[in-house]
């Protein structure tokens, strides 16, 4: 966690498969989950539950993609290590981010990312007013629909726990 001021943030980085060249990618808050295998296309996630509040609108998650096929500029590719891959150029793509209660099929939010950073594939969000407005254990996915058309959902989840707050 970054703290920025009265600002937290959390670091999210998420190097997903897309249909037209990224056969790799993967999900990163800290603990790995699964590796998948999506339509032959491969994911890896590495993931934490994210531990929040009731009615809180932060933390502010930053989400970054990135090409495990492709080295970043002056490097050399390791498909092992995500440091070595180059980031997804997001110009023209959007990235949503749905939340449900686990074990629940009907969505209770859609959170629009904001592309902070196409060339470094850099997206952000937070929590919007109502989002986290009941306690219990969520689940939310990740979907990136690219400037083509093509959309790509990472298969692995975020875990959310939502506690009470004191009020």
């Given at each position: 966690?970054?703290?920025?001021?009265?600002?937290?943030?959390?670091?999210?980085?998420?190097r997903?498969?897309?249909?037209?060249g990224?056969?790799?990618?993967?999900?990163r808050?800290?603990?790995?989950?699964?590796?998948?295998?999506?339509?032959g296309?491969?994911?890896?996630a590495?993931?934490?539950t994210?531990?929040?509040?009731?009615g809180?609108?932060?933390?502010?998650?930053?989400?970054?993609?990135?090409?495990s096929?492709?080295a970043?500029?002056?490097?050399?590719?390791?498909?092992?290590?995500?440091?070595?891959?180059?980031?997804?150029?997001?110009?023209?793509?959007?990235?949503?981010?749905?939340?449900?209660?686990l074990?629940?099929?009907?969505?209770?939010?859609?959170?629009?990312?904001?592309?902070?950073?196409?060339?470094n594939?850099?997206?952000v969000?937070n929590?919007p007013?109502?989002?986290?407005?009941?306690a219990?254990?969520?689940?939310?996915?990740?979907?990136?629909?690219?400037?083509?058309?093509?959309?790509?959902?990472?298969?692995?989840?975020?875990?959310?726990?939502?506690?009470?707050?004191?009020?």
């Amino acid at each position: 966690m970054v703290k920025h001021g009265r600002r937290t943030s959390k670091q999210v980085s998420i190097r997903p498969a897309n249909c037209a060249g990224y056969e790799r990618g993967s999900l990163r808050l800290r603990r790995r989950i699964a590796n998948s295998k999506v339509e032959g296309l491969y994911l890896m996630a590495y993931s934490e539950t994210l531990n929040l509040v009731v009615g809180d609108t932060l933390p502010e998650l930053t989400i970054t993609l990135k090409d495990s096929n492709k080295a970043v500029i002056g490097g050399t590719l390791d498909e092992t290590d995500s440091n070595t891959w180059r980031p997804i150029d997001l110009g023209g793509a959007t990235v949503k981010m749905r939340i449900r209660e686990l074990g629940a099929e009907t969505v209770k939010a859609t959170l629009t990312c904001t592309v902070v950073d196409a060339e470094n594939g850099k997206v952000v969000t937070n929590f919007p007013t109502g989002t986290l407005d009941a306690a219990g254990v969520f689940e939310a996915e990740v979907e990136i629909t690219l400037s083509s058309g093509g959309i790509q959902t990472v298969n692995d989840l975020i875990k959310l726990k939502v506690r009470d707050d004191f009020d």
